[in-house]
């Protein structure tokens, strides 16, 4: 199959039921170590090593999740409270961050159209918004002085979006518990749009009318978009989005891959789209 197919040593697939496993395309599974060591999560700071290094600083128990906005069922619930009774699927899924850099993994989550119903949204409720923790004695990137982020981070989906059957509540990863540096104890996965929209170490869900803000257009409006789907036709303002470098990518090999429209979930999502002007819509 496709260019990485053989570039992962064997000796990397320390989680040995994992090894010699592909995505539906027959890719392979980015090495554990390297989803667990590679991460964005500025809340403990913007060097790909911090969160790994300063996460476990964060507690995750107990935690809870506060629910608010247009739906039946909303207030503060004990995370045990809402996952319980709720299968977890695991779903390998293409990951593919707007720094053009990409990996695929072994998601486990609960499909999101089941785990939003339980609050019973009502008919006005056009938008969701999710909102990750705010802790600054235990997210040392929130006390920074120059972060330039106004926290907590915050992300959103129209609804619909929201519950298409491919986006997930993840709790875990390569068969595990998520660690803290890929958002434990919750985050978002939706495998057709870049990577800033998954939010992770979710404490917060707001069912909105109108579209809610999401922290990187608040940050750089120009670059990045509320929707954010992957397009390798509309270029980032500084830097092509027509290939990505498929992890692990190194010097000598950088496996650079053509990247496919909606991530190459198209034929699943682009309905959701029909009639959009997706240059304008980023
Ligand atoms: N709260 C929060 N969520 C976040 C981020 C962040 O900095 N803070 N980074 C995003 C970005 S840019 C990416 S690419 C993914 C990275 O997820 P991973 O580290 O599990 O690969 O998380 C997203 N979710
Ligand atoms: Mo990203």
Redesign the pocket.
């Known amino acids: 199959m496709g260019a990485g197919a053989s570039l992962a040593p064997p000796s990397l697939f320390a989680n040995a039921p994992y090894e010699g496993k592909t995505s539906e395309r027959g890719e392979v599974l980015t090495p554990e170590e390297i989803?667990t060591s590679?991460?964005?999560?500025?809340?403990f700071g913007t060097d790909k090593g911090d969160?790994a290094r300063y996460a476990h600083e964060m507690t995750i128990e107990p935690w809870t999740v506060e629910v608010r906005g247009k739906a039946a069922k909303t207030g503060k619930f004990a995370l045990e409270e809402l996952t319980k009774g709720l299968a977890e699927e695991e779903r390998i899924y293409r990951?593919r961050?707007?720094?053009a850099w990409s990996?695929v993994v072994p998601w486990t989550g609960i499909p999101m159209a089941r785990f939003l119903a339980q609050f019973e949204p009502e008919g006005s409720a056009k938008y969701v918004q999710f909102t990750?923790l705010h802790r600054p004695s235990e997210m040392r990137g929130q006390r920074a002085l120059f972060s330039g982020i106004d926290w907590p981070?915050v992300e959103g989906l129209r609804l619909d979006e929201a519950y298409h059957p491919l986006t997930l509540m993840v709790t875990g990863v390569y068969g595990k518990p998520l660690p803290n540096?890929?958002?434990a104890p919750l985050?978002l996965m939706v495998p057709w749009k870049y990577?800033?929209k998954?939010?992770?170490?979710i404490v917060k869900i707001t069912f909105t009318e109108r579209q809610p803000r999401n922290t990187w257009n608040i940050l750089a409006p120009q670059e990045y978009g509320f929707y954010a789907n992957v397009n390798p036709e509309v270029d980032h303002p500084r830097w092509s989005q027509a290939t990505e470098r498929r992890l692990p990518s190194t010097l000598f090999n950088p496996n650079r891959i053509p990247t496919l429209p909606f991530n190459g979930y198209g034929e699943e999502v682009a309905g959701l789209y029909a009639g959009m002007d997706l240059r304008r819509n980023y």
Not at 38 to 43: A, G, I, L, P
């Open positions: 989803v590679y991460n964005n999560f500025y809340e969160p990951f961050c707007v720094e990996m990750t981070y540096q890929n958002g985050r990577g800033f998954s939010v992770k170490s």
